[in-house]
């Protein structure tokens, strides 16, 4: 399958579930690997987005899912987010929430994403966002980087958290999706050429392709670790109230 493909599966697809479920779905766009722009030949499609109810459903007492999820085959995954759902964890300054409306390859869009904006910047939590990605580079490192080997993606799965953060600590902003936004302006030049390479390898070779460990990349993602954690340490952030939020779920379901 590709790009161009979806490009008009997906649509489809969204239409599909809107009939079936009674929904409305606002957004739409790709995640994962391919929004980041280094999915591999083998890498499948994620295509999340955000719906909408009828009004009258959020008046009932009985409670109902706030997730639609199709069966994972070997092409795509297919997910969303109820409305209130996205916008609880938007509260929650979620960064995969702003990955998604933020992807550089959309389905859908009502104005949806333009509408949101002004809450995107009013809820943006620099030390929640900081904390996720940290966990997530903490995580992947501690895992995925034993033995002599490693495999090829784990080390665009690190750098690209630890990118985020550097980001976040720079600009005070949410990071961009694409992945050679952040390493334009935060990889040393050192590692250029590396990296590079691991990229080029990734977008025409298997998703289990290993490579000999690579100390120098370890070396960065340790210091810039340290770093992040000692900024976090430093952040003393406000609670956010929810009016902004509640007011724009009024206007959204009402109109």
């Not at 909408?52 to 085959?73: A, G």
């Not at 000692?230 to 724009?248: G, Q, R, V």
Request: aromatic share 10%.
């Amino acid at each position: 399958m590709t790009q161009n493909e979806m490009n008009i599966l997906a649509p489809e697809k969204l239409s599909e579930i809107e009939r079936e479920k009674g929904v409305t779905v606002l957004y739409a766009a790709e995640s994962g690997s391919r929004a980041w722009g280094f999915e591999s030949p083998d890498s499948d499609f994620d295509v999340r987005f955000i719906y909408m109810r009828q009004e009258s459903e959020y008046l009932r007492l009985d409670s109902f899912r706030d997730v639609i999820e199709l069966p994972v085959n070997d092409t795509w995954d297919v997910s969303g987010w109820d409305l209130p759902k996205a916008l609880r964890l938007l509260h929650k300054s979620n960064p995969t929430l702003f990955e998604w409306l933020a992807s550089p390859i959309c389905y859908r869009d009502n104005g949806f994403s333009a509408r949101i904006q002004p809450l995107l910047a009013e809820y943006f939590s620099p030390s929640r966002m900081l904390h996720h990605y940290l966990s997530m580079a903490d995580s992947n490192t501690r895992n995925y980087l034993q033995g002599e080997s490693v495999r090829m993606k784990r080390y665009l799965y690190i750098l690209r958290p630890v990118l985020a953060c550097l980001w976040v600590m720079e600009h005070d902003s949410p990071p961009p999706v694409l992945f050679a936004s952040l390493m334009e302006k935060f990889l040393p030049q050192n590692l250029m050429p590396s990296v590079k390479n691991i990229l080029a390898e990734k977008m025409k070779s298997s998703e289990k392709s290993d490579i000999p460990r690579m100390h120098d990349i370890e070396a960065f993602v340790n210091e810039s670790v340290s770093r992040i954690h000692a900024h976090i340490d430093t952040l003393n952030e406000s609670p956010k109230t929810w009016n902004s939020l509640n007011e724009f779920f009024i206007r959204e379901i009402s109109s």
